[in-house]
């Protein structure tokens, strides 16, 4: 059963935007703070933008003021509206709670959305 899948990727020019889409199964987003990752070539996943179950959003420094996370909670849905998208933000996308989910094999991942940044 899927319970995460994240949509929207792509590949785009630089300074171009992207909205990524993640529907999540109810019993993971119901009054969760969610998040998103992403984990570039070579690098470990890592979170990029989090939005509390009471709709408060946070960032890290290299995506603020360019990057907006928000949630449809009658949808189970969390985005993320990127901007002004740089090549260093080429990576695979994904969404999670905050922690990501455990199961008994360790945690739970959708199969994540690429975005490509790239003239």
């Known amino acids: 059963q899927v319970e995460l899948s994240e949509s929207g990727g792509g590949l785009v020019q630089p300074g171009g935007s992207l909205r990524l889409s993640c529907t999540a199964s109810r019993s993971i987003f119901s009054g969760a703070d969610m998040a998103w990752y992403r984990q570039a070539p070579g690098k470990q996943r890592a979170l990029v933008a989090a939005i509390t179950s009471s709709n408060n959003p946070h960032y890290v420094d290299s995506v603020k003021g360019r990057f907006t996370v928000s949630r449809d909670n009658a949808k189970n849905t969390v985005y993320l509206q990127m901007n002004s998208l740089k090549p260093e933000d080429t990576a695979v996308y994904y969404c999670?709670?905050?922690?990501?989910?455990?199961?008994?094999?360790?945690?739970?991942w959708g199969q994540g959305t690429q975005v490509t940044v790239s003239s």
């Open positions: 999670n709670r905050i922690p990501p989910v455990k199961r008994t094999s360790g945690d739970y």
